[in-house]
């Protein structure tokens, strides 16, 4: 029996155009992420999704774009299987449901909507009990580092005896695509 391809979901901006740094670097994972034999999952669109999707293409690798029917876009070019959903919560459910693991690049409030479900799912045991098993979560580059410190804080809320969850243990920060691929690679064969 063949395994079926590990596929790593990628969530992003859909505003960055093509000769911005965050494209470029959403490009290359794509590519990193192909070299792998690995799938790219993302919303399907402009931007980042397109980029990461592009790159992984430009690899030879297969890409799924998630969109949503209650907006008129169609899935950028570079996605070969596209999984049209009827709402944005049963979108950000399927692009979860997907992946093998997954990498957060910079975005505004969609990609924070999405991190922030992940996340939440993971911390709560939600995640093994929806779409089985631990995953890995990354964040690429430094974009989400205040978040993370601000979340930071929470501990110094909890009250005496209260033993917190180890969420910030979920993510693991890649300062690079490299990194990423390398985490990535070492976590999946676990």
Not at 92 to 108: N, Q
């Amino acid at each position: 029996m063949i395994a079926a391809m590990r596929t790593i979901t990628i969530f992003g901006s859909s505003l960055p155009p093509g000769e911005t740094t965050s494209y470029s670097q959403a490009r290359q994972l794509g590519r990193a992420i192909a070299a792998c034999g690995w799938a790219v999952c993302n919303g399907g669109y402009a931007g980042l999704m397109e980029a990461s999707a592009r790159g992984a293409r430009e690899g030879g690798g297969h890409t799924i774009g998630v969109t949503c029917s209650v907006w008129p876009y169609q899935a950028n070019p570079w996605i070969v299987e596209e999984i049209r959903t009827p709402s944005f919560p049963s979108r950000l459910m399927t692009l979860i449901e997907r992946g093998d693991a997954y990498v957060v690049l910079p975005g505004g409030t969609g990609t924070l909507a999405e991190l922030a479900l992940l996340w939440e799912m993971m911390n709560k045991s939600t995640l093994s009990a929806t779409v089985g098993g631990k995953k890995p979560l990354l964040l690429l580059g430094s974009y989400w580092q205040p978040v993370i410190d601000c979340l930071h804080q929470e501990t110094h809320l909890l009250v005496a005896g209260f033993a917190p969850r180890a969420a910030m243990d979920l993510i693991t920060m890649a300062a690079d695509v490299e990194e990423a691929a390398s985490v990535l690679a070492e976590r999946l064969r676990q």
